[in-house]
């Protein structure tokens, strides 16, 4: 649970000056074509428009494990080339997901990019920012939350990086089958985030604002914390290959404050 996890003090990170722009959940694959040709506009976009790129999990649809890189496929090569181009010119943050978490050094450092902590609190114009994937909020969530835990076992994952790269991506597709067979069953309630969770993460972050992906219900909410004026925005997921309409954006924090980009 978020309080008992609490960390004693938040990572912070000061944004440079200039324009902000997060997108998260584009789900990366062999079978993403149009949403990665989406991806690769806003990286382009984001060089020319943007100060700082940062990008809070599930950018893959899945991550095996950063030896990835040493062969990969077309696909893939691309989207770390345009990353790469993008990185050389503007700082570029990658986050991990539920489904990417494996991302590491080895990859950040080809890229030129920076990982981000798992929360982060960002140093904005318009004041403290609280930035995660979205889904350590998920705790009414709870046959996802024990997976979550076993699957961010130190030792686990470094059993699981021993094995070769055909059996970890055999078992991670396998694990995409079980997740999607057991979401069809849990209920839409569940698979959001806890209101009292997120409540506790503002309280003990001191911040106002706080940004997530993952829960694909992108939205801004307003609420209240203890009296205090709170707002939650939700970053939409990309989906321009198998879905209609197609989706997907990006949130900008810049001086004016935030807003959503649509593709
Ligand atoms: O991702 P999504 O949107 O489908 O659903 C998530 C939750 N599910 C997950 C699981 C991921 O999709 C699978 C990621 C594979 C990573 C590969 C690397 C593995 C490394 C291991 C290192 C030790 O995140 C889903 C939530 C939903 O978001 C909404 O929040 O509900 O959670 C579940 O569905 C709960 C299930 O219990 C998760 C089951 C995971 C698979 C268990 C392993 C089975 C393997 C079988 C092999 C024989
Ligand atoms: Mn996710």
């Known amino acids: ?19 902000a722009w997060l ?3 584009l789900h990366l694959g062999a079978d993403t074509p149009a949403t990665q040709q989406a991806f690769l506009g806003f990286l382009h976009k984001a060089a020319d428009e943007a100060a700082t790129v940062l990008l809070p999990g599930d950018i893959f ?17 691309e ?13 570029l943050y990658l ?19 920076h990982l981000l902590p798992e929360v982060v609190l960002l140093q904005t114009p318009r004041g403290p920012v609280l930035l995660s994937h979205g889904d350590e909020y998920c705790t009414d969530d709870r046959a ?17 990086l021993m ?20 979401k069809r069953g849990t209920p839409l309630q569940i698979m959001d985030v806890s209101p009292d969770t997120v409540d506790a993460a503002l309280r003990e972050s001191g911040a106002s604002v706080v940004v997530h992906g993952h829960t694909h219900r992108p939205a801004h ?15 939409p997921d990309w989906e321009l290959d198998h879905a209609e309409p197609k989706r997907g954006g990006w949130l900008v924090i810049d001086k004016d404050g935030l807003r959503f980009q649509d593709l």
């Open 1 to 19: 649970m978020w309080s008992s996890r609490k960390p004693k003090s938040f990572n912070k990170l000061a944004l440079p000056e200039g324009p």
């Open 61 to 77: 649809n899945v991550w095996v494990g950063d030896d990835t890189i040493a062969d990969p496929p077309h696909w893939l090569a």
């Open 163 to 182: 094995s070769s790269l055909a059996w970890r991506q055999d078992f991670a597709r396998k694990a995409r089958a079980k997740s999607m067979q057991v």
């Open 23 to 25: 997108a998260s959940d």
């Open 144 to 160: 996802y939350q024990r997976w979550r835990a076993a699957a961010r076992n130190p030792l686990l994952q470094k059993l699981f």
């Open 79 to 91: 989207a770390l080339a345009a990353m790469k181009a993008a990185a050389s010119r503007l700082p």
């Open 95 to 113: 986050g991990r997901g539920n489904r990417d978490f494996l991302i590491g050094q080895r990859l950040a450092r080809e890229l030129g990019a």
């Open 221 to 235: 909410h307003v609420f209240a914390v203890d009296g205090r004026r709170c707002e939650r925005w939700v970053l």
